[in-house]
């Protein structure tokens, strides 16, 4: 593995343009656009203050910047850098901005969420949709751009409606049987809406394009109830993440549970992998003083390595503060692996675990345990290969081949924060408080060489 050197960033506002091209970059007020391959800098554009959000067109024509603050949104043209364009709020203000499907429209939210505006770079033309509700996720498109499903709060009922992307007249508009509507999201085949109730009340509700609800799904009552829900890439699956710390697999075909996955933290199964991350042992006669109370963190500079550990295991648990707001309990983040194969979990109150689940043979087919808690884990969008950070100095990968901790080098400490795939999967972006690097990837074969060479389990 490869890495760039380190360049500035704000807010972690780093992204590859959807063609694979680009990679545009936010320092303070700057916006800068870089060759994805080469890092050398193409563009150099000033915004009038700091950037909050950034987004790119569908094409990879247009950026998008968001200046919450000023209730402002700046548009960018590569084609055509003399060109840009400014949209002023006003005194409606501004909480969230993103592109519509064609890029050629944007969607801004207005404080409050009092409506959402739609304005046309081609002909200028604005439209207005009322009721937006203030959730989790309540917007999402069809992958092929044709519809928009809006959750909206109106006379204390919950309600979706499905907008035509193309000239967005309203296609269909119904109620749900939700006591605080949570989220909204379609299956990537576009044609089953997935809606979730808050987590008071468990409950997903099923509806068709046309409004019609095929199927609801509670699996328990009187608890709190879901954290996350994820669609697997062919639609045949929808994970529901839990806070009693299971995921439930639902179908495709009749809408019902098909298996559960729970998360003990004790694992005694000789069939599941479990990789521990221990830190290397300094060379032979290299005397390693501790660093000084001022300069010490979780693994700033030592090395580390994965280790397969032996039957049973008892994975580091996190007691949860009863009393306070949002618990660290359940699983808080699930995601699919692009061919369907994989499921990767994170149970809350177990920080420190990342579990792979088999989704073929349904069931648990490895463990791997940080010295840190998980920050985040990203699936590359063409292999089933994971990317875990941990808030430390390394980056860790994963594939059915094997698991690898890869120090992150450079000049003082590199503490990533958040990464993201390059759409072609070769490299990764690894994010920091202020820095972002590359991290450049072999191809298949050379990854799985690297996993061996580096004396970590395969």
Known sequence: MNFSEVFKLSSLLCKFSPDGKYLASCVQYRLVVRDASTLQILQLYTCLDQIQHLEWSADSLFILCALYKRGLVQVWSLEQPEWHCKIDE????????????????????????LRITVWSLCTK?????????????????????????????????DYVSIFVCSDWQLLRHFDTDTQDLAGIEWAPNGCVLAVWDSCLEYKVLLYSLDGRLLSAFCAYEWSLGIKAVAWSPSSQFLAIGSYDGKVRILNHVTWKMITEFGHPATVNNPKIVVYKEAEKSPPLGHLAFPPPRAVAGPLTSSESKYEIASMPVSLQTLKPAADRANPRIGVGALAFSPDNYFLATRNDSIPNAVWIWDIRKLRLLAVLEQLCAVRAFQWGP??????????????????????????????GDFQVLSLCWHPSGDSLALLSKDHFCLCFLEMEEGVHTAFGQRGDCT
Not at 130 to 153: H, M, N, S, V, W
Not at 383 to 410: E, F, H
């Open 90 to 113: 006003g005194s409606a203000g501004l909480v969230a901005s993103c592109w519509g499907p064609d890029g050629r429209h944007i969607l801004n939210t207005t404080e409050f969420h």
């Open 125 to 157: 033309s604005v439209s207005y949709i009322k009721y937006p509700k203030a959730c989790q996720q309540g917007i999402t498109f069809t992958r092929d751009g044709r519809y928009l499903a809006l959750a909206e709060r109106r006379d204390c009922r």
């Open 382 to 411: 063409q292999q089933p290969r994971l990317a875990i950070c941990t808030g430390g100095s390394k980056v860790y990968l994963w594939s059915p081949a094997g698991c690898v901790s890869v120090q992150v080098p450079g000049e």
